[in-house]
DNA sequence: CACCTTTATGCTCATTATGAGTATATATAG
DNA sequence: CTATATATACTCATAATGAGCATAAAGGTG
């Protein structure tokens, strides 16, 4: 098809716009969140320190497709051959690598960020996408161990100092307000949803790489905080997951991320790897089996440890019912 | 620098999109929420049958404006002279007026919808923009008074028409079934949130206009489901209500639309007018004072009616607090 | 086999949160 | 003064939540 139409005629001046789209595509494997990401390197490494990976992307053609969420669908098919179930559309981005591109004249992307939710890996296609951990690149989002060793290290200290840095008395007291709300520092609360806020805050405070890439400075941390992304794809990373965290909360989306039957410790596992923190096992599931989201199969799983557990369904008729509820899981327990 | 982009060199062509951007600015006057709306008649017109009212809209320019909120906010401030305060992104529509357009070729739109709240009325600008309210489109959202006659009288109904007309049995309970979760028939609950699942429902079934007006046909209800809009734009306005009504349930933005001290009652009514649906008033004072989202401010209102009142002003404080609440409002009270 | 480990499941219990009122205070209109 | 509003303070029954205890049912081990 012809991609020179020309569009003057209508009076408004296409700045040569090109829309991309973002897949954040999820799984859960072994009680660990995983998204798919696609080698970025320049140069074929055989250094993987010089690997860079970035989400998956493509162009928005609307020549071929009616609607940005059919384009797509098709072209993670195309690419991956996986078969997206769930796709909501996060957030689209314009100031994509603003100062990246220094003064070039490239063409301004508007890339329109989607969050896709599949089941286990299905093998996939390209040689080029890959299942990497998303803890890989958000390692101080992971509390279902302890409190990560990266925040005391790393980030507590060096937000610490950003703070101080700040040029008057009124702003550092400012910059720690919003490093505890984030992080919960000073007895505050750890809220797993504040995954962007805190990627944000990072990034502000100079402290992850891409900050440092976007504006040709060095970077100031040194173990750099969570691997870097091409472009501005972590921060879109960031959003998915923040999004997921909460949409959990209130939808029952973890069903798009399990196999058809699956044990209610199966089931709490995901929401944890998810969540990045641990739940209360029998508040869990009276929490599920109150609300209807599951219903026993009969089936008794077969399993190493302990008692076998029964295998478990997605009522899926609770999307048809009252204001479909999610895994509202409150505070923790531990 | 190198960028880390690889999109120019894919050979990508950009193919004339152009990069709108829409505003659903609300504010909330006498107990009503009003959103302003921009005269799209084709021509000048006298009777008021003929005019047709759309969002206001403007183009993306990449080269002057750095971000997409920072276009909108220009735009939105030297067309209307509102400063919008709270600004969020809402939705990216990419199908807007598919089959409205026929098989024109003309530029394909992208708009990035947008959800700004802003105090009282002010006064325009622009004599073209005008507050409506909001219920003026959307005439089945308001449950203050009661259950809106109009549910009764003509949806219930066409839905049922709607449902029965289905080709196959299965496909009529499920058309049922889900207009009885979008209207809360046969006994089931009113969701105030799901404004954009109902408007697309009664798109689905041929009962706004804006069905007929995209593919040409003749309009089924006989006098139309609410005031029609141009474009898409009812459903931009149904996907901004059911954002902020939902938003409002746990972010404290009700404030972003209220001046800066109030009574109890006058937050309330902003709550209620938004949500469309009455709340009880001493649970209502019990919330916003244990969640410390207000705090006394020991004047005291001059007012008609009954014992004055207390004017309370918003801590905003709460912001940097723990995980910021909203006016966690739950069912209803009468 | 007795016993320990491990996970599953059932049940209790104290606290809070929520929904719905009752009761009292303090204005204004007649 | 009385009726009528609205404001504000409390009460109370129920439901939801956070934390545990207790028991069941598997496998492994000396």
Not at 168 to 182: F, H, I, L, S, Y
Not at 280 to 285: G, L
Not at 296 to 321: C, M, N, Y
Request: hydrophobic content about 35%.
């Amino acid at each position: 098809m012809s991609d020179q139409t020309d569009h003057s005629a209508k009076g408004w001046r296409p700045h040569g716009v090109v829309i991309g789209l973002n897949a954040v595509v999820v799984s859960v494997q072994d009680e660990t969140p995983h998204v798919l990401v696609v080698d970025r390197s320049r140069t074929p490494t055989v250094d993987d320190a010089d690997t860079i990976y970035g989400l998956p992307f493509g162009p928005f053609d609307p020549e071929t497709h009616r609607t940005l969420e059919i384009g797509l669908r098709t072209w993670v098919g195309e690419q991956t051959s996986l078969d997206l179930g769930y796709v909501e559309q996060l957030y689209t981005f314009g100031d994509r690598g603003r100062d990246a591109f220094g003064a070039s004249d490239e063409a301004h992307i508007i890339s329109v960020g989607y969050l896709a939710l599949t089941e286990q890996a299905s093998k996939l296609h390209n040689p080029d996408s890959v299942w990497h951990k998303w803890y890989r690149y958000f390692p101080w989002e992971d509390w279902r161990e302890q409190s990560p060793n990266i925040i005391a290290e790393a980030i507590q200290p060096a937000l610490r100092q950003w703070a101080d840095d700040a040029p008057d008395p009124g702003q550092k007291t400012q910059r720690w307000e919003r490093a505890c709300m984030c992080f919960g520092f000073d007895q505050g609360e750890w809220d797993a949803e504040k995954v962007l806020e805190r990627y944000e805050l990072l990034y502000e405070a100079r402290l992850v790489a891409e900050f440092a890439r976007d504006r040709n400075q060095p970077v100031t941390t040194d173990p750099p905080l969570g691997e870097a992304m091409t472009s501005d794809h972590r921060r879109i990373l960031a959003t998915a997951m923040g999004r997921l965290r909460s949409k959990l909360k209130y939808r029952p989306v973890v069903f798009e991320l399990m196999p058809s039957t699956f044990t209610l410790l199966h089931l709490q596992q995901t929401v944890e790897a998810i969540l990045g923190i641990r739940l209360h096992k029998q508040n869990f599931r009276r929490l599920v089996e109150k609300e209807g989201l599951v219903e026993g199969t009969g089936k008794i799983s077969t399993r190493t440890g302990g008692r076998p557990a029964e295998e478990f369904r997605f009522r899926s008729e609770v999307l048809t019912e009252r204001p479909a509820p999610g895994v509202r899981v409150r505070t923790i327990a531990r």
